[in-house]
């Protein structure tokens, strides 16, 4: 069954939860906004069983491109975002476990989340990203069921 609570709404998860150790693991799927006027990037990250410092850290960022093709993500401008910045350096204890929620305003078509390692991560950190597509063009939505097909 689909959820659409909120106007047609589509839920992405671009990273499903893993604990993270690499630049390469934190690297969220691409996905599409063509047809959706109002679109949520949500970046969560748990505790670190590493110990952060400012030789070891995590930066995440939100991202957009026109086409998908690697290297064309660039950091999404600051008119474009509501919430807080595009950047985000997490290193300390103190600034984890944390949710990081913004509004992609901007008319590029493709949005990502990126977590960036700095450092030796030896043990991980739980990280993963959600993208809510809502207020669509054309309705109905529909949506992946939890079995992967469309509801």
């Known amino acids: 069954m689909a959820i659409s609570s909120i106007s047609g709404a589509k839920v992405i998860n671009t990273l499903v939860p893993i604990n993270g150790n690499t630049t390469a693991e934190g690297t969220g799927l691409a996905v599409d906004t063509n047809g959706y006027q109002d679109i949520m990037m949500i970046a969560n990250q ?13 930066t995440v960022t939100f991202q957009e491109c026109a086409v998908t093709t690697a290297g064309s993500f660039t950091l999404i401008a600051a008119g474009d975002l509501e919430g807080g910045l595009a950047t985000v350096l997490i290193d300390a204890a103190a600034e984890d476990p944390t949710l990081i929620v913004r509004r992609y305003k901007g008319k590029l078509r ?28 054309h309705m109905p939505v529909t949506q992946e069921t939890e079995l992967g097909t469309p509801s």
């Open 110 to 137: 493709y949005v990502r989340i990126l977590w960036t390692q700095t450092g030796t991560h030896t043990v991980g950190t739980p990280i993963a990203g959600t993208i809510i597509l809502s207020n669509p063009l």
């Open 46 to 58: 748990g505790v670190s069983a590493d110990t952060l410092s400012g030789s070891i850290y995590w």
